[in-house]
């Protein structure tokens, strides 16, 4: 553990590379028409360790490979690029919703919204992009922070505070949360 974003230490969950947090699916997670991801990132300098063919590095979500019953919903860097990216599978196609605002080694809030179609994502509670989006698939996969199911993609920093809302949370409070 580290210190957090308000320096109380031993507060905030340090990812290495190889660290990684698994939820076993539950019936939970199926169903969901709206989504909020929430989370404070400090990444480390380069972001983790990227899948090499892709360059990806996973934050966090329920991501396989592509097609039905697989991918739903996730939050990735992209290397080179350094973009981050709020993701929906629909079975058939990926949406990308991106912005290249985050610092390395500095606390950035991070949001991850989606609803009737349409994805956002905010950086310190103000929206950066929004697009038009693949709906959310229910997938029998686990709930993967800081690695591809893999043990690839793995994401290299400090994360705080994550919480994951099975609806599309308002800007107003995206803003609260990012205080």
Known sequence: FIEDKDFKSNSAAYFSGVS???VQNNPIFQNWNELTISVWLKPDVGYGNPYPPTGYIFIIGRWLA???NTSTWGLVFLQPSKLLQGVTHDGITT???STDKLNE???THVAFTYKSGISKIYINGIEENSINAASL???PYNLEIGWHK???CQYKGGMDDLKIFKRALSDNEILQLSK
Do not use: E
């Open 105 to 107: 080694r500095v606390w």
């Open 66 to 68: 592509s097609g039905s």
């Open 95 to 97: 949406s990308k919703c």
């Open 20 to 22: 990684h947090i698994t």
């Open 137 to 139: 698939q229910n997938s």
């Open 150 to 152: 893999d043990n690839i």
